[in-house]
């Protein structure tokens, strides 16, 4: 399975198209949005659509800059998954999500963050191999000291020491982009807004 996972678009149309692009020249069977897709819910038009012309697969998350309601209709609009407290498997691979951040317009307090990532768990519990995707970074991590205004999750990182899943795919934190690291077995990405191919 290739997965093309981005986040913090901000409702740059060029840059959804040239990602949407990218998709299609690397074949990928599934695009993963981890967030802030509009600039502070604005300019919600031709950010998801360019993947769907390609035909490609698409999950997507909200961010802080945009609300669960604005991804539902994006979701129902374009006929993709809102992943915010859901799950989809895909073959043998499981995943699972949670939008919004600990900050913003979409803000979540720590219990929800693990309670929205709970429940979409236990749907994908017994697959071979777990994707938790997010928006926001988890607390004590590498990501969390590029940034003095953004602090990492306490609650996701209590899901991903309880979830353990294979990968967790997040954005937020702009200056922190394409940085991976480890947290136990489980290998965060900040896939930022140039994206990342990732290769099951």
Avoid: W
């Avoid at 840059?15 to 690397?26: G, N, T, V």
């Avoid at 915010?84 to 951040?101: Q, R």
């Avoid at 020491?161 to 990405?189: M, Q, R, W």
Wanted: net charge positive; glycine share 10%.
């Amino acid at each position: 399975m290739k997965i093309l996972a981005a986040g913090d678009i901000h409702g740059d149309t060029r840059l959804a198209k040239k990602l949407a692009d990218k998709a299609k020249e690397e074949k990928v069977d599934l695009v993963i949005l981890c967030g802030d897709l509009t600039q502070g819910e604005q300019s919600t038009s031709n950010i998801v659509g360019p993947f769907v012309k390609k035909k490609k697969r698409v999950i997507l998350v909200p961010g802080n800059h945009e609300t669960i309601a604005t991804a539902d209709f994006l979701a129902e609009l374009y006929d993709v998954t809102n992943l915010h407290g859901y799950y989809m498997k895909y073959k043998d691979i499981g995943l699972f999500g949670c939008g919004g951040a600990n900050v913003g317009l979409f803000q979540l307090s720590e219990d929800e963050i693990f309670n929205t990532l709970r429940k979409g768990f236990e749907g994908v519990k017994d697959l071979k191999k777990k994707i938790m995707v997010t928006h926001v970074h988890p607390s004590e991590t590498v990501m969390e000291k590029f940034t003095k205004f953004f602090p990492g999750s306490k609650g996701l990182r209590r899901a991903v020491n309880e979830f353990k899943p294979d990968y967790l795919l997040c954005s937020h934190v702009h200056e922190a982009e394409g940085i991976e690291e480890k947290l136990g077995n489980t290998t965060v990405l900040n896939v930022g807004k140039k994206g990342k191919i990732l290769e099951l």
